[in-house]
């Protein structure tokens, strides 16, 4: 192997890390138009900037592991049914379809109310909590509250 090959590995080794622990990526983009659709981004940030699917990924690795195989079960379960109730797959719905098509599946008019209720305990978990747990990145949700110095979050750590 010629010098330049072997310099380069480590470089082509870190593009072609995976982005998450356990979610893929077509796991990945259900959780963020789920948790997305939760607490949407307005004037303050929103569970996709608070790295709310940062924070589930890395919990389904370590604390919240024996809700893996209900991720990876119920997921597509929650997508196949938005497909079949609009048309198409969640994480391309507007907003406003999404939060139209998730009342229905709280309200039990379409399948998956108890899966959405443990994604909504979960983005609450991910947005509300320590930073250090993979979550709330930058204390976005102790900034828009005003408590972020008295949750002991002066920046520079997640």
């Not at 009342?103 to 443990?118: R, S």
């Amino acid at each position: 192997m010629k010098r330049r090959s072997f310099v380069a590995l480590p470089a082509t080794a870190a593009l072609a890390a995976p982005k998450y622990k356990t979610l893929t990526e077509a796991e990945a983009a259900i959780v963020i138009a789920l948790t997305e659709a939760i607490i949407p981004a307005d004037k303050d940030p929103g569970a996709k900037e608070a790295g709310v699917v940062q924070f589930i990924d890395t919990q389904l690795a370590g604390p919240l592991k024996r809700y893996r195989p209900r991720y990876r079960r119920e997921l597509p379960i929650i997508d196949e049914a938005c497909r079949a109730a609009t048309g198409k797959p969640l994480a391309l719905l507007q907003l406003s379809e999404r939060t139209a098509f998730l009342e229905q599946v709280d309200k039990g008019e379409i399948a998956g109310g108890p899966f959405f209720q443990l994604i909504v305990d979960h983005t609450m978990q991910g947005f509300y909590g320590a930073p250090k747990h993979g979550g709330n990145r930058d204390a976005a949700s102790w900034k828009m509250m005003g408590i972020e110095k008295a949750m002991g979050y002066h920046g520079g750590h997640r």
